[in-house]
């Protein structure tokens, strides 16, 4: 047991980051970013040039990868939700153009990277043994605890920087918001690359334990809306709870029901249907309507 807790909080800590860079942009546009998990899988892309190729330090590499998703965030919502969103009256304009940019990344990954799995060494050798009941490699830890930190700054800008503050007013009522003085675009662009940049940088952690691969894009959306389904859609520590709430039914399952087969998932999604239909708004989320 205490193993399962253990790998479900190291993998809580990478899922916390990639639905709260999601549920930020979705807070604040009110909109499905199915591009998330290709900017994670760039994110990751980037930090193994930056450290195999030009063989700098790993943490250059993850900063260098933040920068870039940022950087990369700000323009595809400058130049392509935000003319959307001012010219059109239906949500489906931007969910379209959502995996319109997801194909895009995807071909740029795979025109720049190849479809290869990709990874760089590990950046602290040893294994953690504690009496054989819990038993972690040390890169692990660091990574799980260097996710932590990040959840933490990122929870003290939002409450404390006048950028969080105007980001959470726009969240709870744009109309109030604008009215007192807050810049909508400037802020919105701010929050799109800043979940962008969430997004890289828990690519840039990950691929250097599990590798980073084309393919890999489609999957980390889809755990990320799951996580942001079950903490509620728009709220930061249901975004929280969700990422450590799936970690730990991940670590559950794949050590309980490892006998009867690769059914994790089956038995996952079956349960967030079945929690759904009693919750539908999540564990944090107000009702809709």
Not at 26 to 34: H, I, K, T, Y
Not at 150 to 158: D, Y
Request: glycine content about 12%; some cysteine; overall charge positive.
């Amino acid at each position: 047991m205490e193993q399962i807790i253990a790998n479900g909080l190291y993998l809580g800590a990478q899922y916390a980051l990639i639905a709260l860079g999601l549920t930020l942009i979705f807070s604040l546009m009110n909109v499905l970013n199915f591009a998330h998990g290709q900017m994670y899988v760039l994110g990751g892309f980037v930090t193994y040039t930056v450290v195999t190729q030009f063989e700098l330090p790993f943490i250059v590499g993850l900063i260098i990868s933040g920068l870039v998703l940022g950087v990369v965030g700000a323009l595809v919502e400058k130049f392509l939700f935000r003319p959307v969103i001012q010219k059109s009256k239906r949500e489906e304009s931007t969910m379209l153009l959502a995996a319109g940019v997801a194909f895009f990344l995807d071909a740029i990954i795979l025109l720049f990277f190849g479809e290869k799995q990709r990874g760089v060494p590990k950046i602290v050798e040893g294994v953690f043994n504690w009496d054989f009941i819990i038993i972690m490699p040390y890169d692990r830890i660091l990574i799980g605890l260097l996710a932590i930190v990040m959840i933490v700054i990122f929870i003290f800008l939002m409450q404390h920087s006048k950028a969080g503050r105007a980001m959470r007013a726009l969240a709870q009522d744009k109309v109030a918001a604008t009215l007192m003085g807050v810049d909508v675009k400037l802020y919105s662009m701010i929050g799109f690359a800043l979940g962008a940049m969430l997004a890289g940088v828990v690519g840039g952690l990950l691929v250097t334990i599990t590798g980073i691969n084309l393919g890999m894009g489609g999957p980390t959306s889809i755990k990320a809306f799951m996580m942001i389904m079950i903490g509620g859609a728009g709220v930061i520590s249901g975004a929280i709870a969700g990422g450590f709430i799936l970690a730990m039914m991940e670590s559950i399952g794949l050590t309980v029901l490892a006998a009867y087969g690769d059914i994790t998932y089956l038995v996952i999604f079956a349960c967030l249907m079945i929690f759904l239909s009693i919750r539908p708004q999540g564990l944090m989320g107000k009702p809709w309507g």
